[in-house]
Structure formats: C-alpha cells, structure tokens
C-alpha cells in the first residue's frame, strides 16, 4: 500500500494546486524532467544511432529497483497520455525503454559526444559507433524543472541519512550535473567523497541539506523515509 500511495502521489506532483498556473508547455518539461531524473545514468547514457533496433532505445534498467522502476513505469504512462508519446518496454536479462513516436521528446536535454568506440552486434556481425550523451545544463533553466529532475534522481541514485542530510552517488560526470543544479538551487553541499576502490565500484557521492522547499517535497510525496 506504501508503494502504490507514493506513485499516486508523485503523479499528482504534475497534475494539482502545486503546478497551477502553468502552461502545458512548462508542465511537459517538468514530467520530462523527471523521467530524465530517473533514467539510468549510470551506464545507460549512451546512443547508436546507425543501430537498426538500439536507435531507438532511451535508456535501461538493471535490477533491484522495483520500487522506483513502478514509479517510473506509471510516470511515463501518465506522460504518454498527455502528450501523446509512444513508447514500449522490453523485459530480457534487464528492462529497456523504446522509442515509438517519430520524435524523441527526450533528445533536447543532452548533448551527443562521438565516444570514438563501438557496438559489436553479434547477430548481424556490424560494428556501429557509440555515442555519449551528456545532460546539458542550459535545458534545465526554470526552477520547477530543476526540482522535478532532481526528485527523479533521488528516487534513483539518492537516499536520506536525516531530513538535513541526504545524498546522490553516481558516475562522476552525472554527479558533477547534480551538483551543478543543487548549487544553483541554494542547496548546502556538505562534502563531496571521491571516487575510490573502498567506494561502491568508484561512484561519487555528493552529500547535502535540502532546501525547505524541497525537504517539503519529498515529505509530502513520501520519499523522504527517515
């Protein structure tokens, strides 16, 4: 009942008295945001373009997220249904996430970066080059749309330690991304650890206090835990 009461919530951060008075425009950038927020960002940040099937695959899922990946999997849902995109997902040895509009409404928030490696296909025995995307800072400008992606990423690479003191861990160039929005949001970073063998694989990890604000936020849609 926790889980389904916190998707039902997160939902109506888009749809209620907290985003009133926008326009659609500004409501759409916000639920993209957060969908964004939750992508993987870990090693899910990549595109093949020239691939016949992996073109169109926006991001993918590893396990033991269930929680988040409901969420996710309602958000997009709901976001479909408003603007219309399509979309499907595909279940193997991980959950990928497919493209099926003619667009990608998702594409503007990253910049593209030749990698100078490749994908080898097994089934069809082609190399195609890997490209990185890189989140670009100028298409997260108004406030709202700061606040719903990093609500999205703390239901996936977040956790709380108190109410004054939570924290993201990730790849360093996202953390760094992160960063970048809680200082511009006037958030109080209270350290930064480095990657490091002892630290989970080399993640980085940036521990702060949350403005009221988003403090609140994370009350009110139950994902502040302690």
Do not use: W
Not at 74 to 97: C, P, R, T, V, W
Request: glycine content about 6%; aromatic content about 16%.
């Amino acid at each position: 009942m926790a889980t389904i009461r916190k998707i039902v919530l997160i939902c109506m951060f888009f749809l209620v008295n907290y985003v009133a008075g926008q326009n659609r425009n500004e409501l759409v950038k916000e639920r993209e945001a957060f969908l964004i927020g939750m992508f993987n960002h870990f090693s899910g940040d990549i595109y093949i373009p020239e691939h016949p099937i992996l073109k169109n695959r926006l991001t993918f899922f590893l396990g033991g997220k269930e929680k988040m990946l409901k969420i996710f999997k309602d958000s997009i849902s709901l976001y479909g249904q408003k603007s219309g995109f399509k979309y499907s997902f595909q279940e193997n040895d991980f959950l990928e996430l497919y493209n099926l509009s003619p667009y990608n409404p998702f594409e503007k928030y990253y910049k593209t970066i030749y990698k100078n490696d490749f994908y080898s296909d097994p089934k069809d025995d082609k190399e195609y080059k890997i490209y990185t995307l890189k989140l670009s800072r100028k298409a997260f400008k108004e406030k709202k749309v700061k606040l719903s992606f990093l609500l999205g990423a703390f239901l996936n690479s977040g956790a709380s330690i108190s109410e004054d003191e939570l924290f993201y861990r990730g790849k360093s160039e996202y953390i760094d991304f992160v960063i970048s929005l809680l200082k511009e949001m006037k958030f109080s970073i209270i350290k930064v650890e480095l990657p490091n063998k002892e630290n989970l694989g080399g993640l980085k990890t940036v521990f702060f206090k949350p403005s009221d604000e988003f403090r609140q936020i994370l009350k009110d849609y139950d994902v502040l835990t302690n």
